[in-house]
């Protein structure tokens, strides 16, 4: 089986999640980071959603679905170790 760019990557995104000061990211900065980053981490065979599915298998970010009394529609979140609870609900 053919090893996916991904997987030779890891390292590099790891890193980069891992040294970012930033500990919660919306799905809109997700898919701007994996844009930014494609050609530095050699992911261009990839799509932001394959990105952010990728991310969470390979247990660099949880993510989860929040629905806010003041919100219309559901949010999701993506959150490194480095959160906790309350950085998740806030975003911060």
């Known amino acids: 089986m053919a090893i996916s760019r991904f997987q ?23 898919d701007f980071i994996f844009q930014r980053h494609t050609s530095q981490w050699s992911l261009r065979a990839s799509t932001a959603e394959d990105f952010e ?18 919100r219309i529609k559901t949010q999701i979140r993506f959150w490194s170790t480095k959160a906790d609870l ?3 609900v806030i975003g911060k």
């Open 86 to 88: 309350y950085d998740v």
């Open 53 to 70: 599915k990728q991310l969470v298998q390979s247990n660099i970010l949880q993510a989860g679905k929040f629905k806010f009394a003041e």
């Open 8 to 30: 030779k990557a890891p390292e590099s995104v790891r890193g980069y999640f891992n040294k970012s000061p930033q500990k919660v990211f919306t799905l809109e900065e997700i």
